[in-house]
Nanobody
Framework: QKQLVESGGGLVQPGGSLRLSCQGS????????IGWFRQAPGKEREFVAG????????YYADSVKGRFTISRDNAKNTLYLQMNSLKPEDTAVYYC???????????????WGQGTQVTVSS
């Protein structure tokens, strides 16, 4: 059974950095394209960044390009998101998810982990 555990969130000042991690289990991690999504209060869940199964291709939402970097370690079944130059509008609960297609639409996923809260505030 697919399980995803996100961690690494916290409170950070504008301009600061955080590194999120996502531990996957219950599925063949390196067969999946996988990505990060986020949901701010009162808003729909949205795609943030995605990465191919091999890690050779990465893609980003326009709102985070140049500030966030997605990476993965298939030996550790772990996905990462390095977030730099954080802005208050990055405040949200961050989730990871993926499948063999690597869909960037949150509606394509039935299961979600608990997420990790990121708050950017002075």
């Amino acid at each position: 059974q697919k399980q995803l555990v996100e961690s690494g969130g916290g409170l950070v000042q504008p301009g600061g950095s955080l590194r999120l991690s996502c531990q996957g289990s219950g599925f063949t991690f390196d067969y999946y394209a996988i990505g990060w999504f986020r949901q701010a209060p009162g808003k729909e869940r949205e795609f943030v960044a995605g990465i191919s199964w091999s890690g050779s291709r990465a893609y980003y939402a326009d709102s985070v390009k140049g500030r966030f970097t997605i990476s993965r370690d298939n030996a550790k079944n772990t996905l990462y998101l390095q977030m730099n130059s954080l802005k208050p509008e990055d405040t949200a609960v961050y989730y990871c998810n993926g499948d063999q297609r690597g869909s960037s639409s949150p509606k394509d996923y039935d299961y979600w982990g608990q997420g990790t809260q990121v708050t950017v505030s002075s």
